[in-house]
């Protein structure tokens, strides 16, 4: 079994910034991908950003260049610096992973999520 646990969430004034983070646990053989989504109240799920294979990343256009995706490969932890938060950053943010575990199978996991509030 695989489960994937979410911190880092909380009330942030505009401008500021937030780390996200998501720690992978189980029959973990590795990680292929991780990903960050995010709901905003009233809209769909989005993908946020990606990394594959400890160094390659892909980030969405609306937060490109403020928010910066990295993993930990030891601690199976995946990581979301959000910088210049906005108000539109306001969501609900999850955490994915695609995962091969010790009985040889591969599938996807979802965190709990996790609110991200930027409000003055």
């Known amino acids: 079994q695989v489960q994937l646990v979410e911190s880092g969430g909380g009330l942030v004034q505009p401008g500021g910034s937030l780390r996200l983070s998501c720690a992978a646990s189980?029959?973990?053989?590795?990680?292929?991908?991780m990903a960050w989504y995010r709901q905003p109240p009233g809209k769909q799920r989005d993908l946020v950003a990606t990394?594959?294979?400890?160094?390659?990343?892909n980030y969405a256009d609306s937060v490109k260049g403020r928010f910066t995706i990295s993993r930990d490969n030891a601690k199976n932890t995946v990581y979301l610096q959000m910088d210049s938060l906005t108000l539109e950053d306001t969501a609900v943010y999850y955490c994915n992973a695609d995962v091969r575990t010790y009985l040889l199978t591969r599938g996807s996991y979802w965190g709990q999520g996790t609110q991200v509030t930027v409000s003055s």
């Open positions: 189980g029959s973990i053989r590795s990680i292929y991908t």
């Open positions: 990394i594959t294979g400890g160094s390659t990343t």
